[in-house]
């Protein structure tokens, strides 16, 4: 545990025994104040598989959650969640309020035709398929088909898998295919990349020219659970340390990319959206 910075401001010794009562008082003091925040965080510690939380406190996501989130999460993305909360990758599903936002995101571009790299189970799938209108479209690529079938009976519930095409594979080498083809140009209005981050940059290269001008790319954790900013002996889970390098210079390179505007977000794990300009 460590004293809350405003706690030194108490510390006033003088002599020896005014010192002391002073010292006991103080320990007193951060001992309460430890045991308070021990209780406010196990009281209000956040549910939301998969999700490293970015906020000062889990006890405030937990009120973003409760109070703006759940309560108006559709039925299906509800069953969706609590689903992939119990497969054991739960860790890579995109979180409630980041699915949220996604949704009102589209809803506020108009999106209609739409691509996204990474789909699991498929939470931020149908974040996506709900937003959309009828005749809209999410080409929806991943190298397991096991994971998003799991999803699939959900979101065809929902009513909404006619707007989606999955394809499974690379999807690398579709981009490269794509980029071939001219009248594939400018064509996208949303593309949302969650996948391999070793390759974001390459994902980049490629998207660039599919997503049109005024359209939006939004890049998934480029927080990178915090790592970002890690000094660099951080005690790192290896696979936190392995992308960790290609977050940094994904993020270094859009930050200069005159192609684009950006803005990144601390929701969920870190989105950036980066809007084309030319
Ligand atoms: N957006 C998803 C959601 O809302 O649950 C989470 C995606 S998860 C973080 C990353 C996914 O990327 C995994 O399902 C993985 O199979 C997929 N993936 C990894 N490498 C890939 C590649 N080269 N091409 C396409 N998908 C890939
Ligand atoms: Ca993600």
Redesign the pocket.
């Known amino acids: 545990y460590q004293p809350p910075s405003h706690a030194p401001l108490l510390q006033v010794p003088r002599n020896s025994s005014t010192q002391r009562r002073e010292e006991d008082k103080e320990t007193k003091r951060t001992r309460i104040i430890a045991m308070a925040e021990q209780n406010q965080t196990d009281a209000g510690r956040h549910q939301e598989v ?1 999700h490293k939380s970015l906020l000062q406190s889990d006890a405030l996501y937990q009120y973003i959650l409760e109070t703006s989130v759940y309560p108006r999460e559709p039925e299906p993305m509800k069953e969706l969640r609590e689903l ?1 909360a119990k497969h054991p ?1 739960n860790i ?3 979180s409630a309020d ?2 949220q936002f996604l949704n009102m995101l589209l809803k506020l571009i108009n999106a209609k035709n739409t691509m ?12 996506t398929a709900l937003a959309l209108p009828e005749d809209g479209k999410i080409l929806a ?4 088909r096991e ?2 079938e799991l ?1 699939l009976p959900v979101i065809k519930k929902a009513g909404v898998d006619h707007k989606i095409e999955f394809k499974e ?4 080498p579709v981009l490269d295919e794509m980029v071939k083809d001219e009248k594939n140009h400018g064509s996208y209005d949303f593309i ?1 990349v ?3 981050k070793d ?1 974001y940059l390459n994902y980049h290269k490629r998207l660039i020219d599919l997503v049109k001008v005024g359209g939006l790319i939004g890049y ?2 480029t927080l990178w659970n915090g790592s970002v900013v890690a000094p660099p002996d951080a005690p790192l889970r290896k696979y936190v340390r392995y992308y960790r390098d290609f977050v940094l210079e994904l993020n270094k390179a859009l930050a200069v990319d005159p192609r684009i505007e950006i803005c990144m977000l601390p929701v969920g794990d870190g989105i950036t959206l980066c809007r084309r300009i030319k």
């Open positions: 998969g992939t990758w890579m599903t995109t980041e699915g996204e790299i990474g789909v699991y189970t498929g939470y931020s799938l149908l974040a690529m991943d190298i397991n994971n998003y999803g594979g690379p999807a690398l949302f969650d996948a391999d390759n998934d954790n």
